[in-house]
């Protein structure tokens, strides 16, 4: 099955931590969209030479756009800002940093 690039970029600006049960699930699909979009960019499966394979500063770009604009993801949101820290780190780092602060804000929340 063919992807079309431009369908693969559409979705990627769709997918929203809200929308996902967790942040697993959000990046996992985060995720596959970025291996569809490179598959797209396959050779034998395209014919588009001029569009290159996304990014691991991309791949955070998709990931960061994507959380919650609030209090619980404030320290996310800092880091988006921070272009510098962003191009450092790897889609796995800021996944491991989200998965903590995910688990913070449960215990917050139990916690009351």
Same mark, same amino acid.
């Given at each position: ?9 559409? &979705? =990627?600006? #769709? *997918?929203? +931590? &809200?929308? /996902?049960?967790? %942040?697993?699930?959000?990046?996992? !699909? *985060? ?5 569809? @979009?490179?598959?797209? $960019?396959?050779? !034998?499966? !395209?014919? %588009?030479?001029? +569009? ?6 991309? @791949? %955070?770009?998709? =990931? =960061?756009? #994507? ?7 404030? =320290? /996310?949101?800092? $880091? ?8 450092? +780190?790897?889609?796995?780092?800021? %996944? ?5 602060? &995910? ?10």
């Amino acid at each position: 099955m063919k992807f079309n690039v431009f369908q693969v970029w559409q &979705e =990627l600006l #769709g *997918i929203g +931590l &809200e929308d /996902c049960d967790n %942040v697993d699930t959000y990046t996992q !699909s *985060i995720d596959q969209k970025v291996k569809d @979009h490179n598959l797209c $960019l396959e050779p !034998s499966t !395209s014919d %588009v030479k001029t +569009l290159a394979k996304m990014t691991n500063e991309e @791949h %955070v770009f998709y =990931l =960061l756009l #994507g959380i919650p604009r609030n209090d619980d993801w404030q =320290l /996310c949101l800092e $880091l988006m800002m921070d272009k510098n820290a962003t191009a450092m +780190l790897t889609p796995y780092e800021i %996944v491991i940093k989200w998965v903590k602060n &995910e688990a913070t804000i449960k215990r917050q929340n139990i916690l009351g």
